[in-house]
């Protein structure tokens, strides 16, 4: 854990704010190359991913600061504190393809291709994330007695590192979403790969984070979420195929 990197004539820069600028730029070369492969110039796809990201960010605090309403109801101000961590990432997913929606009628663009094109990028760029949610400290999983469990200073056990569990199964989505992205026969398979693939995923670490959650039916929000994000990948997977081919 180490959440400031250092100061910089009184300002502290944090781990947290420089992997979440490296994940965005990771995703911004990643989706100018794919956009070579799309109806999208590559200046089109980088206004996107950077719109997309802010999207990402203010979805993902808002989710946050509602779920964990306690800590923020005496201090305000502290809402805007980004860089202290702090967000859902499930909030700003669902914001950003609410946003897109928008985007790609404004501008003309397939909605399906959108997403797919987005998709790639969005996980490089979460595993990069991941990372800073792990310098940071926060995120953290449950005790554990693994040889490489990890003890944050603000624990009293050895806690599984659920922030790097995740980050290396967002590394392999995304080697997958690539080589789906370009062999993809039918607009949405990208999307469908990463709903149902990011879903499973998260449903399984989840049951090893051990940070503050609130639970239903002996469930996270996320967990449910991802239940829901598995069910419109499969959905689309027999929805999409026959209905939206690609005509690369």
């Known amino acids: 854990m180490n959440p400031i990197l250092f100061d910089v004539f009184g300002w502290s820069i944090h781990s947290y704010s420089i992997l979440l600028i490296a994940g965005i730029l990771a995703a911004i070369l990643v989706i100018r190359q794919n956009a070579k492969l799309s109806s999208i110039t590559p200046d089109q796809a980088t206004d996107l991913i ?8 203010i979805g ?24 202290e961590g702090g967000l859902v990432y499930y909030g700003g997913f669902i914001f950003s393809v609410v946003l ?11 909605y399906l291709e959108s997403l797919d094109l987005l998709m790639p990028s969005l996980a490089i760029g979460q595993a990069f994330g991941r990372v800073g949610c792990f310098f940071n400290g926060c995120c953290f999983g ?10 944050f200073p603000f624990l009293t056990s050895r806690v599984h590192p659920t922030q790097l569990y995740e980050s290396l199964f967002l590394v392999l989505l ?18 469908c790969f990463y709903l149902s693939f990011y879903g499973a995923g998260r449903f399984v670490i989840e049951y090893m984070r051990g940070d503050h959650m609130h639970y239903y039916l002996n469930h996270t929000v996320s967990q449910w979420v991802s239940v829901g994000l598995m069910i419109a990948g499969l ?14």
């Open 235 to 248: 959905l689309g997977f027999l929805l999409l195929r026959k209905r939206f081919p690609y005509a690369r």
């Open 142 to 151: 449950k005790a554990s007695a693994l040889p490489w469990a990890v003890q």
């Open 100 to 110: 897109l929606a928008i985007v790609a009628r404004v501008k003309d663009w397939s």
């Open 50 to 57: 950077i719109l997309m990201a802010i999207a990402g960010i």
């Open 174 to 191: 995304f080697l997958l979403l690539i080589r789906v992205y370009r062999r993809a026969y039918w607009k949405g398979e990208t999307l």
């Open 60 to 83: 993902s605090r808002i989710m946050y600061v509602i779920q964990f309403w306690e800590n923020y109801q005496d201090q305000w101000a502290r809402i805007f504190f980004v860089w």
